[in-house]
């Protein structure tokens, strides 16, 4: 059985004063005010987005 990894991903930051872009990747993992956090499986695709905005995010490894 294996467990696929997850991750919490909080906004710390508000996104007003940034680019366009990097608010709709924010609005596309699912964060909207500052303090709202997800939990989204670990897969490139959403730590190629975590990246885009890791000046404002927090990340850490979800453990079940």
């Known amino acids: 059985m294996s467990a696929e990894k997850t991750i919490r991903i909080t906004l710390v930051r508000s996104l007003v004063g940034y ?6 990747t924010a609005r596309g993992l699912g964060l909207g005010k500052p ?3 997800v ?10 987005m975590v990246q885009k905005i890791i000046h404002v995010v927090k990340v850490e490894e979800v453990t079940k």
């Open 19 to 24: 680019p366009q872009t990097q608010r709709v």
């Open 39 to 48: 939990v989204r499986l670990d897969n490139p695709s959403i730590r190629g």
């Open 35 to 37: 303090g709202s956090s």
